[in-house]
């Protein structure tokens, strides 16, 4: 199973676009990447998904490069509603219920 | 949908006392999950099922757990007897099966969680 790095913590704020980073160097060739988000007090809610290139959603960008050893989620103009704790995973679809979920990043918002 | 529903949303027991924990999942899927949460853990998979079938039970910590699904709709996960450090947050979630082309994401839904203290 690939291991996923990502920083601990970030803060920043309202109206500014945030980028958070994960790194996945042993990442497998069927393997995807896929961002949840949990907001305190409830589970995780999942973001957006990808392989390669660059996937979009009404919530966020996923930027994937060629190498696939890392990807960077990136979330538009923030709110205060977007602190949270923002997960990075990496599996196979097909086995990808056995993922391991990391400490993730908490990101905090100020006005 | 409601979505997945867990109850109780908290319970609080004493050490030795057995522990059911109850989830429905989101009608139509067909995986259900049943994660723990802790401050030092993390989030970790206990055991998931596929069509009411125990697929991966390795997550289990040890024999005083044991989760059931007996139909489509129902979920149990209990604990007997509890201890002090099962006290976490048990999360409950549920998908679609990729495999026959019903969903295009692998995404997990997951239920507000059950909080259970053990004393």
């Known amino acids: 199973l690939a291991k996923t790095t990502q920083p601990i913590s970030m803060d920043s704020y309202e109206g500014q676009e945030v980028n958070i980073t994960c790194s996945h160097n042993?990442?497998?060739?069927?393997?995807?990447i896929t961002w949840y988000q949990q907001f305190p007090s409830q589970g995780p809610r999942f973001i957006i998904q990808g392989y390669k290139t660059k996937v979009t959603n009404e919530v966020a960008s996923l930027f994937i490069p060629a190498d696939r050893k890392s990807s960077t989620l990136s979330l538009p103009r923030v709110s205060l509603s977007d602190t949270a704790v923002y997960y990075c995973?990496?599996?196979?679809?097909?086995?990808?219920?056995?993922?391991?979920w990391g400490a993730g990043t908490k990101l905090i918002i100020k006005p | 949908d409601a979505g997945v529903i867990q109850s109780p949303r908290h319970e609080v027991t004493e050490m030795g006392q057995e522990v059911t924990l109850r989830c429905k999942p989101i009608?139509?899927?067909?995986?259900l999950f049943w994660y723990r949460q802790t401050m030092m853990r993390g989030l970790e998979l206990l055991i998931y099922?596929?069509?009411?079938?125990?697929?991966?039970d390795s997550g289990m910590p040890e024999d005083r757990f044991s989760a059931k699904m007996p139909n489509a709709s129902f979920s149990t996960l209990k604990i007997q007897p509890s201890e002090p450090r099962d006290s976490a947050v048990y999360f409950c979630?549920?998908?679609?099966?990729?495999?026959?082309?019903?969903?295009?994401?692998?995404?997990?839904?997951f239920g507000p969680g059950t909080r259970l203290t053990v004393l």
């Open positions: 009608s139509g899927h067909d995986y």
């Open positions: 042993n990442i497998a060739t069927n393997d995807y």
């Open positions: 099922f596929n069509n009411n079938v125990p697929i991966d």
């Open positions: 979630a549920s998908s679609l099966d990729l495999g026959q082309g019903k969903s295009s994401y692998n995404e997990q839904f």
């Open positions: 995973l990496v599996g196979d679809l097909d086995s990808n219920y056995q993922l391991i």
